[in-house]
């Protein structure tokens, strides 16, 4: 039971990372929004790192952000925490590998292996929180600027990216807590038994001192 939960942990974190590392790659985290314009000529996508621009006749054009310090505070703090959850989650695959009880790493020692496979759950764990974080708080500047009726910049709707960076989170953190809920980090107690004394052993005993004192006076 304790090998299933295990690998499905191993699997859910696994699916996390690969989630996460498309949502920071896709390019439409947040697409142009077509609710107040009667004819549409082209639609404008964007992620953390470029923006694109696709115009009636399907030409697309692409352009990466020119500086860093030049962008807002939100999506340098999404790319900080996108580029975190990624090494918190590579972090947790190396640590769960080596500590899943099929693994041949680590030798035989249950406990210490049960340690470290726990430690894999924290990384995943981290790993969702920072995604969820990055991806809910770009999010929720999308919805800031759609529903304020003087931003006058375009208005966006929220992307696909969004939704595959929610689903990285959300199975980093399922895969953490089981690996938690399995691995018992609490050493055995070993218990040692002996045999009831057999119901003669006394007399046999009481019998043998005292033949041996009535020989030491003769």
Not at 71 to 86: E, F, N, S
Request: proline share 3%; glycine share 12%.
């Amino acid at each position: 039971m304790r090998g299933a939960v295990e690998v499905c942990g191993l699997v859910l974190g696994f699916l996390g990372c690969v989630f996460g590392f498309v949502s920071l790659h896709i390019d439409s985290w947040k697409e142009s929004s077509d609710y107040d314009d009667v004819i549409v000529t082209s639609n404008l996508l964007e992620n953390l790192w470029m923006s694109c621009a696709e115009d009636s006749t399907g030409t697309w054009n692409c352009w990466y952000f020119p500086s860093l310090l030049a962008l807002p505070g939100y999506i340098q703090a999404c790319r900080a925490l996108m580029i975190t959850a990624i090494a918190m989650g590579t972090f947790g695959l190396v640590a769960t590998l080596v500590g899943m009880r099929c693994s041949r790493v680590g030798g035989e020692n249950y406990v210490l292996k049960g340690r470290i496979a726990a430690v894999g759950g924290v990384f995943f764990i981290l790993q969702g929180l920072c995604t969820m974080v990055a991806v809910s708080w770009y999010a929720a500047n999308i919805t800031r600027e759609f529903f304020d009726p003087l931003y006058p910049g375009t208005k966006y709707e929220i992307g696909d990216g969004l939704y595959i960076g929610w689903s990285s989170g959300t199975l980093a953190l399922i895969g953490g807590c089981c690996l938690l809920c399995s691995c018992n980090v609490k050493q055995e107690k070993l218990e040692y038994r002996f045999p009831p004394p057999s119901r003669g052993a006394g007399f046999t005993h009481s019998a043998s001192s005292s033949q041996y004192g009535r020989n030491a006076y003769v």
